[in-house]
T-cell receptor, first 114, second 113 residues
Framework: ETGVTQTPRHLVMGMTNKKSLKCEQH?????MYWYKQSAKKPLELMFV???????ENNSVPSRFSPECPNSSHLFLHLHTLQPEDSALYLC?????????????FGPGTRLTVL | KQEVTQIPAALSVPEGENLVLNCSFT??????LQWFRQDPGKGLTSLLL?????REQTSGRLNASLDKSSGRSTLYIAASQPGDSATYLC????????????FGQGTELSVKP
């Protein structure tokens, strides 16, 4: 399997649930990212990991908790979300978090919070 | 703070037309600019990446230009096809924000057969 994969593809959860999104990259990259894409708004960067260390946290509420156990896997743990957190959550990876190359995106997880 | 704007927000054209999508950015201190394609409910596919020192990049029927000094980029699609229907996103790698990728809101393109 190649590229960036995300599971699940769709998730519906209540505000009191706890769930996790998973991302896996098979590209040998060192950096991974979480983005949020809400309707009618630009993609927003949430977190950046480089070599399993978090290097960026864009003032994201603590109800979103990332985890990067190794350079190939990235999780986003969700708890006590709000309806406005409903969005498409995209994972991406790149060779490094610097300025040079392309980020490769996964297909996203469509999250609905009831 | 870097801001990226894409015009128009939506575009509908008949098959075969040549078309131009526009992207503007407020801070010319960029490392590169990238055009992506996003199909409904899907992730992003990179189409073209233009480094800050370059003026244009071409791939098949796609041509992207960059005028860094004026903060503008265009994506030219020649001989459009129904399969080109998608949302096209412009993103700049911002030099003054730690190399962060800043996205526009996208142009939703519909090519009618």
């Amino acid at each position: 399997e190649t590229g960036v994969t995300q599971t699940p593809r769709h998730l519906v959860m209540g505000m009191t649930n706890k769930k996790s999104l998973k991302c896996e990259q098979h590209l040998g990259h060192n950096a991974m990212y979480w983005y949020k894409q809400s309707a009618k708004k630009p993609l927003e960067l949430m977190f950046v990991y480089s070599l399993e260390e978090r290097v960026e946290n864009n003032s994201v509420p603590s109800r979103f908790s990332p985890e990067c156990p190794n350079s190939s896997h990235l999780f986003l743990h969700l708890h006590t979300l709000q309806p406005e957190d409903s969005a498409l959550y995209l994972c991406a990876s790149s060779q490094d978090p610097g300025a040079g190359g392309t980020q490769y995106f996964g297909p996203g997880t469509r999250l609905t919070v009831l | 703070k870097q801001e990226v704007t894409q015009i128009p927000a939506a575009l509908s054209v008949p098959e075969g037309e040549n078309l131009v999508l526009n992207c503007s950015f407020t801070d010319s201190a960029i490392y590169n600019l990238q055009w992506f394609r996003q199909d409904p409910g899907k992730g992003l596919t990179s189409l073209l990446l233009i480094q800050s020192s370059q003026r244009e990049q071409t791939s098949g029927r796609l041509n992207a230009s960059l005028d860094k000094s004026s903060g503008r980029s265009t994506l030219y699609i020649a001989a459009s096809q129904p399969g080109d229907s998608a949302t096209y996103l412009c993103a700049v790698r911002s030099g003054n924000q730690g190399g962060k990728l800043i996205f526009g809101q996208g142009t939703e393109l519909s090519v009618k057969p």
